[in-house]
Structures are given as structure tokens and as C-alpha cells.
Nanobody, 114 residues
Framework: QVQLVESGGGLVQPGGSLRLSCAAS??????MGWYRQAPGKQRELVAD???????DYADSVKGRFTISRDNAKNTVYLQMNNLKPEDTAVYYC??????????WGQGTQVTVSE
């Protein structure tokens, strides 16, 4: 049974930082990543990372966010710096198994506000 457990969301002021974590279990995951969904908008890719460390970022977060993973712990991290109000969203962890099936975390709220 696949489980993804997220942590690290919260309220932060503009310019602040947060670190999200997602611990996955129950399978071998090729690509792990983070998506986000703001109210009234579609879910969008924030960043993802392969087992060998190749990364991909949305243009809106390049230079501010860093994704990393610990394969031994099946855990993916998202370090978010210089946060902006437009980063406010529910952030979802995504993990893909060897059959390219997607698994999702429960979501964690990130709010950037004064």
C-alpha cells in the first residue's frame, strides 16, 4: 500500500522561507515532485526530480525553490525561499512508480501573507 505523508506547510511573510517534506512508502518511485493548486486555478507542476537527481522547475519558481530527495528514505524535499503571495496554494507531493502510476499526498497549505 502506497502512502505519501507531507509536512512543513504554514503561514509565512513575503520574503520568508519554508521547507516541505514528503515521505513515501510502499513502492519504488522513479520521479517524485511537488504540484500546487491555488483557489480557482488548475493544479500545476512546481518541481520534480528523478532518482539520479535530474530536476525540472516551473519558470515561476526557478532561482527561489530547490527540490531534493533522499532515495534511501524515499523522501522528497522542497526548499522554498523568497516566498511571494502568489506562491500561496495547497502543495501536493507526487510520486510515480515503475509503471508511471501517480500517487498523491493529502496536500499541505502554504500561505504567504503579511
Amino acid at each position: 500500500q502506497v502512502q505519501l505523508v507531507e509536512s512543513g506547510g504554514g503561514l509565512v511573510q513575503p520574503g520568508g522561507s519554508l521547507r516541505l517534506s514528503c515521505a513515501a512508502s510502499g513502492s519504488i518511485f522513479t520521479i517524485m515532485g511537488w504540484y500546487r493548486q491555488a483557489p480557482g486555478k488548475q493544479r500545476e507542476l512546481v518541481a520534480d526530480i528523478t532518482r539520479d537527481g535530474s530536476t525540472d522547475y516551473a519558470d515561476s519558481v526557478k532561482g527561489r525553490f530547490t527540490i531534493s530527495r533522499d532515495n534511501a528514505k524515499n523522501t522528497v524535499y522542497l526548499q522554498m525561499n523568497n516566498l511571494k503571495p502568489e506562491d500561496t496554494a495547497v502543495y501536493y507531493c507526487d510520486a510515480r512508480d515503475l509503471r508511471s502510476m501517480h500517487y498523491w499526498g493529502q496536500g499541505t497549505q502554504v500561505t504567504v501573507s503579511e
